[in-house]
Nanobody
Framework: QVQLVESGGGLVQAGGSLRLSCVAS????????MSWFRQAPGKEREFVAY????????YYADSAKGRFTISRDNAKNTVYLQMNSLKPEDTAVYYC?????????????????WGQGTRVTVSS
């Protein structure tokens, strides 16, 4: 079992930045691909960013490209999401997720473990 705990969310003005962290416990995350998803009120959970086991590969939703950066520190069992140039439409609960690489990395059902989320609110 892997337990994931997100932190770093909060209220920020448009154009600002936040850095989300996801700390894992129970098992090392070095065997897992890691992603961030988000869910806005009244909307489905959507893929934001993925990082491969070693960190050598990253993938982003079009909405995140050029503004968000996902990274990982396997020694600290932690994954990060640096979010810059935030927009009001980035407002959502952000979730960290872990999976054994299998199936589309953009599909939430392919992830085994989820955190409880951290709320990000971007004011205009």
């Amino acid at each position: 079992q892997v337990q994931l705990v997100e932190s770093g969310g909060g209220l920020v003005q448009a154009g600002g930045s936040l850095r989300l962290s996801c700390v894992a416990s129970g098992r090392t995350i070095s065997s897992y691909g890691m992603s961030w998803f988000r869910q806005a009120p009244g909307k489905e959970r959507e893929f934001v960013a993925y990082i491969s086991l070693s960190g050598g590969g990253t993938y982003y939703a079009d909405s995140a490209k050029g503004r968000f950066t996902i990274s990982r520190d396997n020694a600290k069992n932690t994954v990060y999401l640096q979010m810059n140039s935030l927009k009001p439409e980035d407002t959502a609960v952000y979730y960290c997720a872990a999976r054994q690489p299998s199936g589309s990395l953009r599909v939430a059902s392919n992830y085994e473990y989820w955190g409880q989320g951290t709320r990000v609110t971007v004011s205009s």
